[in-house]
């Protein structure tokens, strides 16, 4: 594997070892010193187009743990912001000698392009509104930790609450769920759903009531105050009192439901309990798990020797 | 059951005694069992160490000895030039601060695998000492380390490929 | 006195039919029409052997960018383009900087196509000032200065009150409006068509509708009016559909369709390449059928390429940063010939005397015959060759076309007399 653009490059086998190497990375992050030489010598550049500390922390996180050198570029910080192309930066810092992008990018397909203009792998940690394959692949593993599924996630019955339509996150779960086997069900209203969900392996429900007392995990997404601006919802407290998951709500979840959140929380709108009242909260969990997927998908990018043909004499 | 063209240079028995002298050369050299973990080098090493502590366990009259296993893919010196698949996750029964830590692994040949155990080691704990026990060493040292238990030692050339379970060693 | 310029061995494809026939000019005009003629000592020659010689093509459609963004085209690289293409006259979109929308601006740009010599150049004028769809630009004085053909290209006319306003007083200055249909408040920040492809991918979608509504709207405004109106690259089934009932229904609508509109599917935006990006977007397989049928049953009355350079750069951003737009000038014979299932014909109908007639331009697309202006193509109809970006005339290379085989190649363009493409090369 050269580089993870798209969680729908994955079939359910490659999702699968993905997650299994992850645990190796869960045991080292539990060590006193939670580090190991595997990536040493190697160089990876956090290029962050769109504010994110979260992500850009666990990522830089995740490859300092392997040893790996860590270059950060805000993009605020750069030379982009003075006009400098896309390609022109992708070609300045691959001279200087990287093994990894991570790339955060506002516009849909901003990595796929930077393929194009280095042969450093590239990671794609969020592109506009089209794919966030290692936020799926921690959601994957979270619910694969948390319900005991390490064999897959057939008749599992997930819902991705919320705005669906312009959620990057939405789009890589819903591919990384179903590759897994599990039943998806959309639950949004019709201007929060994408203008075609013709060929999505999933069920739409605009009625999270009808949704919430059968499901074994609860998606919430985050619900931005600009959708309000373009006529998508009335208003933020209409959507809550639809689709947010209250009080009322959390009350008729089966005990055993799982409640995740990709972050940050937008409390009061999408989630009105305190997610500490909730027990099936896995929202800390998420975060925790993201470190330890990051570090599998680097090293299965940099260090695995995936792409190389095996050795017929085996390891030495 | 023999590999095609393949040589059987121990039988299933000469397998399971090598491992019984073992289990009593580890302990006549530790002088007891008292702080010694032996820690099975996945993959080959894990069943030996498992039998290794049962056989340990059997003649010291004891119910357990203490084991864990140890995957050294995230300390190879080869990362990123053959492919590498981790096997299962590292377990250890607790700290290794003080401990007389038994390496154990089915073949030792250029001895990479062993430098790379020790790293690991080292990031778990500082043990009093380390150890090594091998069914079978093959020869071609790259570096300079050396078994403390062997069970057969086996000229070889580069070529030929050594295969180590519990129905014997194969040589192809 | 300039010497005779002989047409010989080939077929004259016009308006009138299908006959063999070599050609003869004199000057800026046609003088012989008949097989075999005898060339004289001092004559030009024009090989014609397996090729067919129609009326010029007419290009109701090209950005040629100059005056004000000269790095992505230029007037005299833009007319090179053209005439290798086969295109004796082209109509300039007006979404320069500084736009149409003065005597200055248009008599500039013909200064400019006078001084290239390659294509005869007709500036478009906009409807409104700057194209900013508020007031009225000088209709009457630039159609008095020979303007014929009006639009905001780039932008519709939003406002339906305004429009009206336009419609009703161009109606007697003998001029057609045209109209680029897209109802801005829906398409806001789209990059590619609405529909399953910008779903899966998370790129804004630019909805059919919002070019079906403009163009109903346009119809019954032309209905009201009775003034013409002209109809700019249609992208869309439904608009076909509602342009065939208006012409049944006798109203003075017409037509063009761009070869992207008919040749790409927007599923090739799947590897985010901004080359795909164009306005109105490349639609869906059920869009091609109906473009293609459109053209076949005279619906759409012209093919007109849209033709629209950008520098190499712009076409790397991402895409939503990207600008629309493709090349076509070059392309646009060989694509009709190999993707259109219509009889040569009908293609040539479509690319020379229907457009000329639509512009008002009455030196373009008159039939081959003693004393009609001498604006003609030679073609060869079967030639195979493959589409450089590197070897096209154009200033810029964002052709989508890139490394495709097509069938059908000018061999030889004549304006007004002189023989300004000649076996492929442009002569000047």
Same mark, same amino acid.
């Given at each position: 594997?050269?580089?993870?653009?798209?969680?729908?490059?994955?079939?359910?086998?490659?999702?699968?070892?993905?997650?299994?190497?992850?645990?190796?990375?869960?045991?080292?992050?539990?060590?006193?010193?939670?580090?190991?030489?595997?990536?040493?010598?190697?160089?990876?550049?956090?290029?962050?187009?769109?504010?994110?500390?979260?992500?850009?922390?666990?990522?830089?996180?995740?490859?300092?743990?392997?040893?790996?050198?860590?270059?950060?570029?805000?993009?605020?910080?750069?030379?982009?912001?003075?006009?400098?192309?896309?390609?022109?930066?992708?070609?300045?810092?691959?001279?200087?000698?990287?093994?990894?992008?991570?790339?955060?990018?506002?516009?849909?397909?901003?990595?796929?392009?930077?393929?194009?203009?280095?042969?450093?792998?590239?990671?794609?940690?969020?592109?506009?509104?089209?794919?966030?394959?290692?936020?799926?692949?921690?959601?994957?593993?979270?619910?694969?930790?948390?319900?005991?599924?390490?064999?897959?996630?057939?008749?599992?019955?997930?819902?991705?609450?919320?705005?669906?339509?312009?959620?990057?996150?939405?789009?890589?779960?819903?591919?990384?769920?179903?590759?897994?086997?599990?039943?998806?069900?959309?639950?949004?209203?019709?201007?929060?759903?994408?203008?075609? /969900? =013709?060929?999505?392996?999933?069920?739409? *429900?605009?009625? &999270?009531?009808? %949704?919430?007392?059968? @499901?074994? !995990?609860?998606?919430?997404?985050?619900?931005?105050?600009?959708?309000?601006?373009?006529?998508?919802?009335?208003?933020?407290?209409?959507?809550?009192?639809?689709?947010?998951?209250?009080?009322?709500?959390?009350?008729?979840?089966?005990?055993?439901?799982?409640?995740?959140?990709?972050?940050?929380?937008?409390?009061?709108?999408?989630?009105? /309990? =305190?997610?500490?009242?909730?027990?099936? *909260?896995?929202? &800390?969990?998420? %975060?925790?798990?993201? @470190?330890? !997927?990051?570090?599998?998908?680097?090293?299965?990018?940099?260090?695995?020797?995936?792409?190389?043909?095996?050795?017929?004499?085996?390891?030495? | 059951?023999?590999?095609?063209?393949?040589?059987?240079?121990?039988?299933?028995?000469?397998?399971?005694?090598?491992?019984?002298?073992?289990?009593?050369?580890?302990?006549?050299?530790?002088?007891?069992?008292?702080?010694?973990?032996?820690?099975?080098?996945?993959?080959?090493?894990?069943?030996?160490?498992?039998?290794?502590?049962?056989?340990?366990?059997?003649?010291?009259?004891?119910?357990?000895?203490?084991?864990?296993?140890?995957?050294?893919?995230?300390?190879?010196?080869?990362?990123?030039?053959?492919?590498?698949?981790?096997?299962?996750?590292?377990?250890?029964?607790?700290?290794?601060?003080?401990?007389?830590?038994?390496?154990?692994?089915?073949?030792?040949?250029?001895?990479?695998?062993?430098?790379?155990?020790?790293?690991?080691?080292?990031?778990?704990?500082?043990?009093?000492?380390?150890?090594?026990?091998?069914?079978?060493?093959?020869?071609?040292?790259?570096?300079?380390?050396?078994?403390?238990?062997?069970?057969?030692?086996?000229?070889?050339?580069?070529?030929?490929?050594?295969?180590?379970?519990?129905?014997?060693?194969?040589?192809? | 006195?300039?010497?005779?310029?002989?047409?010989?061995?080939?077929?004259?494809?016009?308006?009138?039919?299908?006959?063999?026939?070599?050609?003869?000019?004199?000057?800026?005009?046609?003088?012989?029409?008949?097989?075999?003629?005898?060339?004289?000592?001092?004559?030009?020659?024009?090989?014609?052997?397996?090729?067919?010689?129609?009326?010029?093509?007419?290009?109701?459609?090209?950005?040629?960018?100059?005056?004000?963004?000269?790095?992505?085209?230029?007037?005299?690289?833009?007319?090179?383009?053209?005439?290798?293409?086969?295109?004796?006259?082209?109509?300039?979109?007006?979404?320069?900087?500084?736009?149409?929308?003065?005597?200055?601006?248009?008599?500039?740009?013909?200064?400019?196509?006078?001084?290239?010599?390659?294509?005869?150049?007709?500036?478009?004028?906009?409807?409104?000032?700057?194209?900013?769809?508020?007031?009225?630009?000088?209709?009457?004085?630039?159609?008095?200065?020979?303007?014929?053909?009006?639009?905001?290209?780039?932008?519709?006319?939003?406002?339906?009150?305004?429009?009206?306003?336009?419609?009703?007083?161009?109606?007697?200055?003998?001029?057609?409006?045209?109209?680029?249909?897209?109802?801005?408040?829906?398409?806001?920040?789209?990059?590619?068509?609405?529909?399953?492809?910008?779903?899966?991918?998370?790129?804004?979608?630019?909805?059919?509708?919002?070019?079906?509504?403009?163009?109903?709207?346009?119809?019954?405004?032309?209905?009201?009016?009775?003034?013409?109106?002209?109809?700019?690259?249609?992208?869309?089934?439904?608009?076909?559909?509602?342009?065939?009932?208006?012409?049944?229904?006798?109203?003075?609508?017409?037509?063009?369709?761009?070869?992207?509109?008919?040749?790409?599917?927007?599923?090739?935006?799947?590897?985010?390449?901004?080359?795909?990006?164009?306005?109105?977007?490349?639609?869906?397989?059920?869009?091609?059928?109906?473009?293609?049928?459109?053209?076949?049953?005279?619906?759409?009355?012209?093919?007109?390429?849209?033709?629209?350079?950008?520098?190499?750069?712009?076409?790397?951003?991402?895409?939503?940063?990207?600008?629309?737009?493709?090349?076509?000038?070059?392309?646009?014979?060989?694509?009709?010939?190999?993707?259109?299932?219509?009889?040569?014909?009908?293609?040539?109908?479509?690319?020379?005397?229907?457009?000329?007639?639509?512009?008002?331009?009455?030196?373009?697309?008159?039939?081959?015959?003693?004393?009609?202006?001498?604006?003609?193509?030679?073609?060869?109809?079967?030639?195979?060759?493959?589409?450089?970006?590197?070897?096209?005339?154009?200033?810029?290379?964002?052709?989508?076309?890139?490394?495709?085989?097509?069938?059908?190649?000018?061999?030889?363009?004549?304006?007004?007399?002189?023989?300004?493409?000649?076996?492929?090369?442009?002569?000047?």
């Amino acid at each position: 594997m050269k580089h993870l653009l798209d969680i729908g490059d994955l079939d359910a086998a490659s999702i699968g070892h993905l997650l299994d190497l992850t645990d190796h990375m869960v045991e080292i992050n539990q060590r006193p010193m939670p580090k190991v030489p595997a990536l040493r010598g190697k160089t990876v550049v956090n290029l962050f187009f769109e504010d994110s500390t979260r992500t850009r922390t666990s990522f830089d996180t995740a490859a300092r743990r392997l040893s790996a050198d860590v270059m950060n570029f805000a993009v605020s910080s750069s030379s982009v912001n003075k006009g400098e192309s896309l390609r022109d930066t992708i070609e300045t810092i691959t001279a200087m000698g990287v093994d990894a992008f991570v790339v955060r990018h506002g516009s849909s397909g901003a990595p796929q392009q930077i393929t194009r203009w280095t042969n450093a792998a590239v990671v794609n940690a969020g592109d506009g509104w089209h794919q966030h394959p290692t936020q799926a692949l921690l959601d994957c593993y979270t619910i694969r930790a948390a319900l005991g599924r390490t064999t897959g996630f057939d008749g599992l019955r997930i819902a991705i609450v919320g705005d669906i339509a312009h959620s990057r996150v939405a789009r890589s779960d819903v591919q990384a769920f179903t590759a897994l086997g599990a039943q998806v069900t959309l639950v949004a209203p019709p201007t929060l759903l994408p203008p075609s /969900v =013709d060929g999505w392996p999933v069920e739409v *429900s605009h009625r &999270l009531d009808d %949704v919430i007392g059968d @499901v074994d !995990v609860l998606y919430l997404l985050r619900m931005q105050r600009e959708r309000m601006r373009d006529a998508l919802v009335p208003s933020l407290r209409e959507y809550t009192s639809l689709y947010g998951l209250t009080p009322q709500r959390a009350a008729r979840l089966q005990p055993h439901t799982i409640v995740m959140h990709p972050g940050p929380m937008n409390r009061g709108v999408e989630i009105a /309990v =305190d997610p500490a009242d909730l027990a099936g *909260s896995m929202v &800390l969990q998420q %975060v925790a798990n993201g @470190v330890a !997927v990051r570090m599998a998908v680097l090293f299965e990018l940099l260090g695995s020797g995936s792409d190389l043909a095996p050795d017929p004499k085996g390891p030495q | 059951m023999q590999a095609e063209g393949g040589r059987t240079v121990m039988s299933a028995d000469d397998v399971r005694r090598a491992i019984i002298r073992i289990g009593h050369e580890i302990v006549e050299r530790n002088h007891g069992t008292q702080g010694v973990v032996l820690v099975g080098l996945q993959r080959g090493g894990v069943w030996i160490a498992q039998q290794l502590a049962e056989a340990i366990a059997r003649s010291e009259g004891l119910d357990t000895m203490p084991i864990g296993t140890l995957d050294v893919s995230f300390y190879r010196d080869d990362v990123g030039l053959r492919p590498i698949v981790p096997g299962s996750v590292t377990t250890l029964p607790g700290t290794l601060d003080g401990t007389h830590v038994v390496l154990v692994d089915d073949v030792l040949f250029t001895g990479r695998t062993v430098r790379a155990a020790l790293d690991a080691i080292n990031d778990h704990g500082r043990p009093r000492s380390v150890q090594l026990a091998v069914i079978v060493d093959r020869g071609h040292r790259e570096l300079p380390i050396r078994p403390d238990y062997v069970g057969k030692n086996l000229p070889t050339s580069r070529a030929e490929n050594v295969a180590v379970t519990a129905d014997g060693v194969v040589l192809t | 006195m300039s010497p005779r310029l002989v047409i010989r061995n080939g077929t004259v494809l016009d308006q009138q039919g299908e006959r063999r026939a070599d050609v003869a000019i004199e000057g800026h005009t046609i003088t012989e029409v008949a097989p075999d003629l005898a060339a004289a000592d001092g004559d030009v020659v024009l090989d014609a052997t397996g090729c067919i010689v129609s009326p010029g093509f007419v290009d109701l459609h090209v950005h040629l960018r100059e005056p004000g963004r000269e790095e992505a085209e230029t007037i005299e690289t833009g007319s090179r383009a053209a005439a290798l293409g086969g295109f004796t006259a082209i109509v300039a979109m007006p979404n320069t900087d500084p736009p149409h929308d003065s005597l200055a601006t248009v008599e500039f740009v013909r200064a400019q196509a006078e001084r290239a010599g390659l294509c005869h150049v007709a500036p478009a004028g906009c409807i409104t000032m700057a194209r900013a769809g508020q007031q009225l630009a000088p209709l009457g004085e630039l159609a008095a200065a020979g303007v014929t053909l009006f639009t905001d290209d780039g932008n519709g006319v939003q406002d339906p009150a305004l429009m009206r306003r336009a419609l009703e007083y161009a109606k007697p200055l003998g001029v057609t409006l045209a109209q680029h249909c897209e109802v801005a408040s829906l398409t806001v920040g789209a990059v590619m068509h609405e529909g399953s492809c910008c779903s899966h991918l998370g790129l804004p979608g630019w909805p059919a509708i919002a070019e079906e509504l403009m163009v109903h709207r346009d119809i019954e405004l032309s209905r009201l009016t009775g003034a013409p109106v002209h109809f700019l690259h249609l992208s869309t089934e439904r608009s076909v559909a509602l342009v065939r009932a208006a012409k049944a229904d006798g109203l003075a609508v017409t037509a063009e369709a761009a070869p992207h509109h008919f040749t790409l599917t927007d599923e090739l935006l799947a590897g985010f390449d901004a080359i795909y990006k164009v306005n109105p977007p490349l639609r869906t397989a059920a869009d091609i059928a109906a473009i293609k049928a459109g053209l076949a049953d005279g619906t759409i009355d012209a093919i007109a390429t849209d033709h629209a350079p950008h520098p190499p750069e712009t076409k790397e951003a991402p895409l939503d940063q990207a600008p629309p737009g493709m090349l076509g000038l070059e392309t646009a014979l060989a694509l009709s010939l190999t993707e259109l299932d219509m009889p040569v014909a009908q293609v040539v109908a479509a690319l020379s005397w229907n457009p000329a007639r639509i512009a008002r331009l009455g030196r373009h697309g008159q039939p081959i015959a003693p004393g009609s202006p001498a604006n003609i193509t030679v073609f060869d109809p079967t030639a195979a060759w493959t589409v450089s970006a590197a070897r096209l005339a154009s200033k810029s290379r964002n052709t989508p076309y890139a490394g495709r085989t097509l069938r059908g190649k000018v061999r030889h363009t004549v304006l007004e007399g002189a023989a300004v493409v000649v076996d492929g090369i442009a002569q000047r």
